[in-house]
T-cell receptor
C-alpha cells in the first residue's frame, strides 16, 4: 500500500508579523524543553530552551512559554523575517530519559515578503 | 570551529550492500548522538554515547544497525545489509555534557537512498 507521511502543521505569516508555534508534550517527567529550527537541507539548529521550573524565557526576537498544567510549549517569534522560514521542532528531555532528546513532529513556518 | 562533520553527504546504494556513515563531533564535546529523519517517523534517536561509551541504543532498529565510537573524535554508524526502508537522512549531533542538556549541535546529515 501507499505509505503515509507525517502531515506537519503549517503556519504562514507576512514579514514583520509575530509568529506563534505551538507544541504539546507528553512526558510529565521532562524537565528541559527546547526549540530547534531546521532549514531545508540542513541539520536542526538550537534556538532556545527552558527549564521546567520556569514559565517564560526570552531570547533575541524569540520567547518560549511553558504551561506545565496542560503540557504545552510555545515559541513566539517577533517581527518574523523571510529567513525565519523553516521547520520548527520542540523537544524534551528529563526524568529517566535525561540526556537524550525526544523531538516533536515539527511545524512548517513560511514567511511571505 | 568547523562544527559537526558528517560524511558522506549523499549515498545511493543497492539493497544488501553495507553502508558506513561517519561523524566527527565538535572538539571537546563528550556526548554524541545519531538520529534518523524520515517523513514517516520524524526525528528518531538511534543511539547516544557519553565519553565514547554507548549509553542508550534502544532506538537502533535491529541487528543490521551498529554504531561505534573508537575515540572522542570519530564515530561510525553501519548498516549491513541495507534495505530500502533504511532510506532516510541520518544526523550526527554532539554536545558538551556539562552544558545545557538540550543544546545539541547537529551536522548537515547524510542522505541515504537504498534502491
Amino acid at each position: 500500500g501507499e505509505s503515509v507521511g507525517l502531515h506537519l502543521p503549517t503556519l504562514s505569516v507576512q514579514e514583520g508579523d509575530n509568529s506563534i508555534i505551538n507544541c504539546a508534550y507528553s512526558n510529565s517527567a521532562s524537565d528541559y524543553f527546547i526549540w530547534y529550527k531546521q532549514e531545508s537541507g540542513k541539520g536542526p539548529q538550537f534556538i532556545i530552551d527552558i527549564r521546567s521550573n520556569m514559565d517564560k524565557r526570552q531570547g533575541q526576537r524569540v520567547t518560549v512559554l511553558l504551561n506545565k498544567t496542560v503540557k504545552h510549549l510555545s515559541l513566539q517569534i517577533a517581527a518574523t523575517q523571510p529567513g525565519d522560514s523553516a521547520v520548527y521542532f520542540c523537544a524534551e528531555t528529563g526524568g529517566t530519559s535525561y540526556g537524550k532528546l525526544t523531538f516533536g513532529q515539527g511545524t512548517i513556518l513560511t514567511v511571505h515578503p | 570551529d568547523a562544527g559537526v562533520i558528517q560524511s558522506p553527504r549523499h549515498e545511493v546504494t543497492e539493497m544488501g550492500q553495507e553502508v558506513t556513515l561517519r561523524c566527527k563531533p565538535i572538539s571537546g564535546h563528550n556526548s554524541l548522538f545519531w538520529y534518523r529523519q524520515t517523513m514517516m517517523r520524524g526525528l528518531e534517536l538511534l543511539i547516544y554515547f557519553n565519553n565514547n561509551v554507548p549509553i542508550d541504543d534502544s532506538g537502533m532498529p535491529e541487528d543490521r544497525f551498529s554504531a561505534k565510537m573508537p575515540n572522542a573524535s570519530f564515530s561510525t554508524l553501519k548498516i549491513q545489509p541495507s534495505e530500502p526502508r533504511d532510506s532516510a537522512v541520518y544526523f550526527c549531533a554532539s554536545r558538551l555534557t556539562s552544558g545545557s542538556p538540550g543544546e545539541l549541535f547537529f551536522g548537515e546529515g547524510s542522505r541515504l537512498t537504498v534502491l
